[in-house]
């Protein structure tokens, strides 16, 4: 059951607003995947302006709250159709999906915003990263640009800006390592890269976005959290949207760690990437849409 519909059930028949509501629609809250802090923070702000309001009228007003929590934050960039070369670095950690994450923001790059794109596998840590990121680029079109497993990925960024140089490609999205490796080692990898790509692509627009997985909960909020420390990101992706998903995540990073998402993933299909819409996405979660 999504959080909205759980949103929904708690305010269903409740016709008197006490006390205790507030404090079991924290606790809501704080299963919705929000940080304990924010949560209070979000319901004594209700207390104190919903006195005498209707549980509609609540749901109401937090949804406003939300949405200008999320317009505190840094916007992300957002790739457009007119922008030159750019470089995309696709980051994070095992198992949220990267690979087609990047393969995805391909499709999107190639249909909506008929860019030529070229597909970096410098993810050379796993030779199945390497594999599936080919079979992606075999399914779209697109050439992927990959050396052997153990490789260097700032040279395998390297190659695919210098292709991409010369007229090969509009845009270069690189495919990462997701190992959870030391704070020390994911910034010098990262700073071979950004060497490279300041050397090899000077005029390139250079984007750096964290996937998070929206099913993993709290534990997305750390991850963005030693990322963001590392390097400085541009942008969330979330990935895995779906009916399992809470998501309430992106609140506490947007007010904790000023960062925005900008995309969203809600399915397996390569089409299943959008631009985030916050105002949906709020209305979505607190089951007003």
Request: hydrophobic share 40%.
């Amino acid at each position: 059951m999504k959080f909205g519909e759980k949103l929904k059930n708690f305010f269903s028949g409740k016709s008197e607003v006490n006390e205790e509501l507030y404090d079991d629609l924290c606790d809501l809250l704080i299963e919705g995947d929000f940080g304990p802090a924010q949560a209070y923070k979000m319901t004594e702000i209700l207390r104190a302006q919903c006195k005498k309001g209707s549980a509609e009228s609540i749901t109401e007003r937090l949804a406003q709250l939300l949405d200008e929590e999320l317009g505190k934050a840094k916007p992300a960039f957002i790739l457009q159709p007119e922008n030159n070369l750019a470089a995309v670095l696709i980051l994070g950690v095992n198992g949220v999906g990267k690979t087609t994450t990047a393969a995805k923001l391909s499709c999107l790059y190639k249909t909506q915003y008929n860019k030529k794109v070229i597909l970096a596998a410098a993810d050379t840590f796993r030779a199945a990263a390497i594999d599936q990121l080919k079979i992606h680029g075999s399914k779209l079109d697109t050439r992927v640009v990959a050396h052997k497993q153990g490789g260097d990925p700032a040279a395998v960024v390297y190659d695919a800006l210098e292709a991409a140089s010369s007229g090969g490609a509009d845009v270069i999205i690189a495919d990462t390592a997701g190992r959870m490796h030391t704070k020390s080692a994911l910034i010098e990898e990262l700073r071979k890269i950004d060497r490279v790509v300041e050397s090899k692509g000077a005029d390139a627009r250079y984007l750096k976005y964290l996937v998070l997985d929206a099913t993993t909960g709290r534990n997305a909020f750390a991850q963005a959290e030693i990322f963001n420390s590392a390097v400085s990101l541009d942008g969330i992706i979330l990935t895995k949207y779906d009916s399992t998903a809470k998501g309430g995540v992106i609140f506490s990073i947007a007010s904790e760690l000023n960062l925005s998402v900008a995309y969203i993933c809600t399915g397996e299909k390569y089409t299943d990437i959008a631009i985030f819409d916050s105002k949906k996405f709020v209305r979505e979660f607190t089951g007003i849409a």
